[in-house]
Structure formats: C-alpha cells, structure tokens
C-alpha cells in the first residue's frame, strides 16, 4: 500500500457518460498529480494541484476537469466519454510544491465502451 | 513533442547479468531525473533519482548515470534478478521557480525489462 489510494479500481461506461475518479494523496502531501497512461503510451501528465489551487496543466482534453478539496483528496471529471478515453489514469502525490519523488496510487482502468 | 524518450520498448536479459536501460531527453531546464519502476496492476513505485549536477547515483544494485552533454541517462542494474522484471520509465522534472511548473514530471514511454532465471 503507497498511501495514495485511487477509487474506483474499474469501471467501464458507455460512450458520452460523465465520470468521476477520486485520490486520497498520502498523509502530509500537499500536491495531487494526475497522469493518463493509454495503450503503448508512456504517463501523460494531466494536471496538478498544490494545496488546493491548480499549480500546472498539461495535456488535459476540454471535456477532463479536475479539482483538489479542503481535506487534500481530488476529483478527476471526465465527460462526452469517447472511445479513446479508455486508459490507466494514475494519480500521484508529494509532499512539497517541488515534487521530486512522487508516490502513486494504484491506478482507476476505465473502459468506455 | 516527447521530451524524454525510451527508444527501445524492450530488453531481455539472463539472470545474473547487467541489465541497461537507456533514456533521451531534449529539454535543457530538466533539473532532476527519475526512474520509476511498474509491475502490472500496481502504480509506479519510485526506483532512483540523479540531480543534474551530479552523473552518477549509486543504491545497491541499482545505478544511475547522467551525460548532461548528451542528454542521456541510463539505469544499471547489476546483477539483474527474475523480480526485476517490470516497465521501467524514465521521468524528469522542470523545476520552475515562481512558475507554474513545480514538480511535474514528464514521464518516457517506458522499457519492458525481462529478466530470465
């Protein structure tokens, strides 16, 4: 167990669905980061989040938003699912706005069908 | 635009012997490296790092060596077990001082690493 904990596991939907994936960041991280692995592709970074507030933004589709509560936990929303959407999305933490070192969860495999 | 890259997709090797894994990278505000290592249905748990001003990391069998010249690093690992057999990525990070960049980390396309007893 990393301490970074990713819900659901699994979870497949249908084309044009809004879903919603959660991190829980390991106790005394400050920064959330979420990452996309698809099929044959390396990690692509997402998105970050320090402390609450949106510190860096990469590859992340119109339709993808993401946000970082009071209690540290995020919330990665994608909607107007398509095909391609299907992938690993990782979501990592760290303790400083620096990072280094990130811990990563486990991962949430969503299947659009 | 990949900015680190892992050109081979795989590499086989015997038990016991040296297992060296190679990555690239084009961007010059890279201050700090990362190998990362993936079993399936797990995270990425973290290998070893090298600061830019350093060109070697050492920790156990596990060595890290930086040419910032070349914009190479590779990763040694002698000697090479079945349980090291995994996806090995090659990460580095922008560390961008009052910017927006602080830690993220691009990550290479990964090396499957097939260690055979």
């Known amino acids: 167990d990393s301490g970074v904990t990713q819900t659901p596991k699994h979870l497949i939907t249908a084309t044009g669905q809004r879903v919603t994936l959660r991190c829980s960041p390991r106790?005394?991280?400050?920064?959330v980061y979420w990452y996309q692995q698809s099929l044959d592709q390396g990690l692509q970074f997402l998105i970050q989040?320090?402390?609450?507030?949106?510190?860096a933004k990469g590859n992340i589709l119109e339709r993808f938003s993401a946000q970082q509560f009071p209690d540290l936990h995020s919330e990665l929303n994608l909607s107007s699912l398509e095909l391609g959407d299907s992938a690993l999305y990782f979501c990592?933490?760290?303790?400083?706005?620096?990072?280094?070192?990130?811990?990563f969860g486990s991962g949430t495999r969503l299947t659009v069908v | 635009d990949q900015q680190v890259k892992q050109n081979s997709p795989s590499l086989s090797v015997q038990e016991g012997r040296i297992s060296i894994l190679n990555c690239d990278y084009t961007?010059?505000?890279?201050?700090?490296f990362l190998w990362y290592k993936k079993y399936p249905a797990e995270g990425p748990t973290f290998l070893i790092s090298?600061?830019?001003?350093?060109d070697k990391n050492e920790d156990g069998r596990f060595t890290v060596f930086l040419n910032k010249s070349a914009k190479h690093l590779s990763l040694h690992i002698v000697p090479s077990q079945p349980g090291d057999s995994a996806v090995y990525f090659c990460?580095?990070?922008?560390?961008?001082?009052?910017?927006?960049?602080?830690?993220?980390?691009?990550f290479g396309q990964g090396t499957i690493l097939t260690v055979h007893p």
């Open positions: 106790s005394g991280d400050l920064s």
């Open positions: 989040y320090y402390n609450g507030e949106e510190r």
């Open positions: 990592a933490s760290s303790p400083t706005r620096q990072g280094g070192g990130y811990t």
């Open positions: 990460a580095a990070r922008t560390f961008s001082a009052g910017g927006t960049s602080y830690g993220k980390l691009t």
């Open positions: 961007n010059s505000m890279f201050d700090y």
């Open positions: 090298i600061s830019s001003i350093k």
